[in-house]
Nanobody, 114 residues
Framework: QVQLVESGGGLVQPGGSLRLSCAAS????????MKWVRQAPGKGLEWVAE????????FYANSVKGRFTISRDNAKKTLTLQMNNLKPEDTAVYYC???????RSQGTQVTVSS
């Protein structure tokens, strides 16, 4: 079955960096576009970034453009999100998801606070 497992979250000070990873299994990873979404406390899901199946096209929410970078390694079936210059408003649970699907995994908590 489809399985996505996120890791790499944690507590970081404003201006710091984190690198999130998503390990995929149970489907042909290289055939699907992938995305990161997040959910801040008390708020709905927010789309953050996505990447096409080949990894040569990326798209970002305006709120993270220039600070976050999405990438993928199809051989390793891994999706990553490099997050730089983090802000308190980036605090959320981050999820990876396949194509147009809603997140179905546990996510990883990112907390940006001094």
């Amino acid at each position: 079955q489809v399985q996505l497992v996120e890791s790499g979250g944690g507590l970081v000070q404003p201006g710091g960096s984190l690198r999130l990873s998503c390990a995929a299994s149970g489907f042909t990873f290289s055939s699907y576009g992938m995305k990161w979404v997040r959910q801040a406390p008390g708020k709905g899901l927010e789309w953050v970034a996505e990447i096409n199946s080949g990894g040569d096209r990326t798209f970002y929410a305006n709120s993270v453009k220039g600070r976050f970078t999405i990438s993928r390694d199809n051989a390793k079936k891994t999706l990553t999100l490099q997050m730089n210059n983090l802000k308190p408003e980036d605090t959320a649970v981050y999820y990876c998801a396949r194509g147009n699907q809603s997140p179905r995994s546990q996510g990883t908590q990112v907390t940006v606070s001094s």
